[in-house]
């Protein structure tokens, strides 16, 4: 009730002042509840646009210290191989990032910037970089355990990459690729190149399902 006739009262005070008095005191006695509105209303368009661009992507990848002239109509087609109807989407494809370790002229730190947020937003599902790049990001459990997902029979057939979980248990962070995996066809590396999946991936199921096929298309 106090609300109320604190609102009538505020009402009939606006009808005595000018315009620009009128403004001020609404400024001054509703700033926060103004404020406050601003903020939702940015915080929902913000969401609806990201859900918008967000429709048209299968998957993230970001492959780290690729080659130049990769195609991701290969890597499509590999997805659909491996049972995803893609509708239209597409595989959201980022190979521009650059990190040597073993450069201490540069130390790309806009890189290490950028791939600790798609890490920690899970704006980033497959990740492939060569071993150095690889174990940094593993070491900081960045990717799931794919003996959980990808049969035994399939994973004995790969070079795997393993670290020590709780207890001692081997944990398979990654998979090797060597040409001519469909990695490599596609012309994204030329060298051995270490791929995983993030474990904050947004869209698992998809990122699992490129994996599989990547591997019973690997030789």
Not at 155 to 171: A, H, P, Q, V
Request: with cysteine; aromatic share 10%.
């Amino acid at each position: 009730m106090r609300l109320i006739e604190t609102l009538r009262r505020d009402r009939e005070t606006l009808r005595t002042l000018d315009r620009k008095a009128r403004l001020q005191m609404i400024w001054d006695y509703y700033k926060i509840p103004i404020i406050s509105l601003l903020c939702v209303l940015i915080l929902t368009a913000l969401t609806l646009a990201i859900r918008i661009s967000a429709s048209g992507t299968v998957f993230y990848a970001v492959l780290v210290n690729a080659e130049e002239g990769g195609e991701k109509a290969g890597l499509e087609e590999l997805l659909t191989r491996g049972g995803v109807e893609l509708n239209g989407r597409t595989i959201d494809v980022s190979a521009n990032y650059t990190l040597r370790y073993d450069d201490p002229a540069n130390g790309y730190a806009d890189t290490v910037h950028v791939l600790a947020a798609l890490f920690g937003i899970g704006d980033l599902d497959f990740f492939a970089a060569d071993e150095p790049v690889f174990a940094a990001y593993a070491d900081k459990d960045a990717f799931v355990d794919l003996s959980l997902f990808i049969e035994k029979e399939d994973l004995d057939r790969m070079r795997k990459y393993t670290r020590s979980g709780d207890g001692g248990r081997e944990i398979v962070a990654g998979l090797w690729l060597t040409a001519p995996s469909p990695l490599h066809a596609a012309g994204y590396y030329n060298a051995p190149v270490i791929i995983g999946i993030a474990a904050n991936a947004r869209n698992l199921d998809e990122a699992l399902a490129f994996v599989k096929q990547l591997v019973k298309e690997t030789v």
